[in-house]
């Protein structure tokens, strides 16, 4: 089954504490339908400018991504600027050029109306709401969102969750929405909002499942010595999560889910590896495959003789 991606599609300036780089392929829908589409096709729903390098066309459409929803705007593609503190872990905005993206109402188009999975990548939660209304009963509804959606569009959101299966958000968000201290009382907090499941990302500490019936699934996040870019780990995350259910289960049950985060974490881990989504561009689904089982090993703590 394909997922429905729909999100930002940027140009990005990133300066980390080593190196600065300019122009490069960002946006949220850009890193999730890249992770995405190692599992399953992709339908891709977001808009560019008339300075979007025709060379991204042509790796969407070698990933197998459906760009017919993609919009081609007169005008120049959304840009973000960001800068990275010393250890990685912060980022300051350095700068946000809405540009085409001021005006955008996504359209779908009619072969992508009934697609069964849909991510709702981080957008204006206006916008993933309005997609949402013209799909067909999809069956399962990843969203992920940010602090800026929360302090200034809060009721928007607040209309998205009932219609959400699972929400992503990281700690400082879950924290931010609820108001409470402990990230268990948050998460739960969450579901009460309307969505069956809530997945907390702590970044480089992994990330916390909550489902209903009190399911609760803790992993780590896969340690890395190196990484150049942190940008769209989170995007990426998402999208490993929402292509893996797509490609490989009906229904979706807490187990799914548990193995889900595991191939989301994996592919965000390849991701910071390099800047924007160059090490997914090179990515091989065995890479993909021996980084799972190594990962599993390091999560077993119950080992036989
Ligand atoms: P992340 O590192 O997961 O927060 O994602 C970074 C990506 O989000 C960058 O590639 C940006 O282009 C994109 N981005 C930044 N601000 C926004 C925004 N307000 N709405 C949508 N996408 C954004």
């Known amino acids: 089954m394909s997922v429905l991606i729909l999100g930002s599609i940027a140009l990005d300036t990133v300066k980390t504490p080593i190196e600065e780089r300019s122009d490069l392929l960002g946006g949220s ?19 560019v400018g008339s300075d979007f390098p025709q060379s991204e066309f042509d790796f969407w459409r070698g990933r197998k991504i459906d760009i017919e929803g993609v919009q081609r705007a007169e005008g ?14 912060t980022r300051e ?64 959101l607040d209309t998205l969750l009932p219609r959400v299966d699972l929400l992503i958000l990281n700690d400082s968000e879950a924290r931010e929405m609820t108001k409470e201290t402990s990230l268990i009382k948050a ?14 990302k702590k970044g480089e500490h992994g990330a916390l499942l909550f489902g209903d019936q009190n399911e609760f699934f803790s992993c780590g996040a ?16 998402a999208g490993g999560i929402a292509g893996y259910l797509a490609g490989t289960v009906s229904r ?39 980084r799972y089982e190594t990962f599993k090993l390091m999560s077993q703590f119950e080992v036989s003789a």
Do not use: C
């Open 76 to 89: 120049k593609t959304f840009r973000w600027s960001g800068e990275y503190s010393w250890d990685l872990n």
């Open 29 to 47: 829908a850009s890193y999730a339908a890249a992770a995405a589409s190692f599992f399953s096709p992709v339908k891709l729903v977001g808009i």
């Open 252 to 290: 979706v049950h807490f187990t799914d889910l548990r193995k889900a985060m595991i191939y989301g974490s994996v592919l965000a881990s390849f991701a910071v590896e390099d800047f924007s989504l160059d090490r997914l561009r090179n990515l091989s689904m065995a890479e993909i495959e021996q």
């Open 187 to 200: 998460g739960r907090a969450i579901r009460k909002f309307g969505p069956r499941y809530v997945a907390i």
């Open 93 to 156: 905005t350095r700068s946000v050029a809405l540009n085409v993206f001021e005006n955008f109402q996504p359209k779908l188009p009619a072969s992508y109306r009934k697609t069964d999975f849909v991510l709702l990548a981080n957008i204006a939660p206006s916008l993933q709401s309005h997609v949402l209304d013209q799909m067909e009963r999809p069956r399962f509804v990843v969203a992920d969102t940010m602090d800026l959606w929360i302090e200034t569009t809060r009721s928007d």
């Open 222 to 237: 896969y340690p890395l010595e190196d990484i150049h870019d942190p940008t769209g780990a989170g995007d990426t995350f």
